[in-house]
């Protein structure tokens, strides 16, 4: 599984060692359809409790992956999978 710092190596994205970023799920909104967890390409959501959660060690916002983070753009409820302001996104 690739990590943030990883991500240099495979796109050419220049990371730093300990950047952090991330999304989360507001549970009050989800649905627990489940369509954002088999999206996501660092296996980062999972159910838990009757709803859907991100591991913010594992999130990459998608970067390296997709140009837009997959989990916003399935999810049928708008405004369920935001940023994580406790994990700054990444900045160019």
Known sequence: MLVAHDLGRVSGINFER???MAYKIISSQCTACSACEPEC????IYEKDGTFVI??????????????A???AVCPV???CVIDNNYPRYQA
């Open 18 to 20: 300990n950047t952090k």
């Open 70 to 72: 997959q989990c916003v």
């Open 55 to 68: 591991n913010p060690k594992k999130c990459t916002e998608c970067i390296g992956y997709f140009d837009d």
């Open 78 to 80: 708008e405004n369920t």
């Open 41 to 44: 390409p660092n296996v980062a």
